[in-house]
């Protein structure tokens, strides 16, 4: 791949009402945390520029709103994504149990492919004190589940930026591997073309 193209990736970021899902996405982007944010509707997008594997990527990171009400709708967004974050409150068990499920709804709306859909577990909120979601309970799930997982603190700045990232590559070596099967195929007659499919 050309190092000087640019990739656009679009990454989704979901999980529970009230994990911390805007403050990891505004901590990633801006650097920035504030205590109070209104819950997200729908959705709102973030864009972010970086340079990884010397491919530049632009980003394109969808914060989805955790209300129940809105989970049909928000699901519509996932149409087209590269790769999704599942985010979780260390100090919230429903938040966490709650994972299949927003697993589920992502999976439910991806298009399979050659390449396994990439997603990373976050674990927000490891400042605070009331901790309830053990940390081996949650490498068990997210190892069951082949997932990586990073515990994080939107408001400290804590592995956010290395957990953005690790699904970036992820979702740019998908990304690649998509590109090559493709350019292969092209490559191939009508005859082989047919042949691959069948065999």
């Not at 000087?4 to 911390?20: H, N």
């Not at 976050?122 to 997210?142: H, S, T, Y």
């Not at 069951?144 to 740019?172: T, W």
């Given at each position: 791949?050309?190092?000087?193209?640019?990739?656009?990736?679009k990454?989704?970021?979901v999980?529970a009402?009230?994990?911390?899902?805007?403050?990891?996405?505004?901590q990633?982007?801006?650097?920035?945390?504030f205590?109070?944010?209104q819950?997200?509707?729908?959705?709102?997008?973030?864009s972010?520029?970086?340079?990884?594997?010397?491919?530049?990527?632009k980003?394109?990171?969808?914060?989805?709103?955790?209300?129940e009400?809105?989970?049909?709708?928000?699901?519509?967004?996932?149409?087209?994504?590269?790769?999704?974050?599942?985010?979780?409150d260390?100090?919230?068990?429903e938040?966490?149990?709650?994972?299949?499920?927003?697993?589920?709804?992502?999976?439910?709306?991806?298009?399979?492919?050659?390449?396994?859909?990439?997603?990373?577990?976050?674990?927000?909120?490891?400042?605070?004190?009331?901790?309830?979601?053990?940390q081996?309970?949650?490498?068990?799930?997210?190892?069951?589940?082949?997932?990586?997982?990073f515990?994080?603190?939107?408001?400290?700045?804590?592995?956010?930026?290395?957990?953005?990232?690790?699904?970036?590559?992820?979702?740019?070596?998908?990304?690649?591997?998509?590109?090559n099967?493709?350019?292969?195929?092209?490559?191939l007659s009508?005859?082989?073309?047919?042949?691959r499919?069948?065999?």
């Amino acid at each position: 791949m050309n190092p000087r193209k640019k990739v656009d990736l679009k990454l989704i970021i979901v999980g529970a009402l009230g994990v911390g899902k805007t403050s990891l996405l505004h901590q990633y982007v801006h650097k920035t945390f504030f205590e109070d944010y209104q819950t997200t509707l729908g959705a709102s997008i973030l864009s972010k520029i970086i340079i990884l594997n010397d491919t530049t990527l632009k980003l394109q990171i969808w914060d989805t709103g955790g209300q129940e009400r809105f989970r049909s709708m928000v699901s519509t967004f996932y149409k087209g994504s590269d790769g999704c974050i599942l985010a979780f409150d260390v100090t919230d068990l429903e938040s966490f149990e709650a994972l299949n499920t927003w697993r589920g709804d992502v999976l439910a709306k991806i298009i399979p492919t050659e390449q396994s859909y990439p997603m990373v577990a976050l674990g927000n909120k490891i400042d605070l004190e009331d901790r309830q979601v053990p940390q081996e309970v949650a490498q068990d799930w997210c190892k069951e589940k082949n997932i990586p997982y990073f515990e994080v603190s939107a408001k400290n700045d804590i592995n956010v930026v290395q957990a953005f990232e690790m699904l970036a590559s992820r979702a740019l070596s998908r990304y690649r591997n998509t590109e090559n099967y493709l350019t292969d195929s092209i490559k191939l007659s009508p005859e082989d073309q047919t042949r691959r499919r069948c065999c």
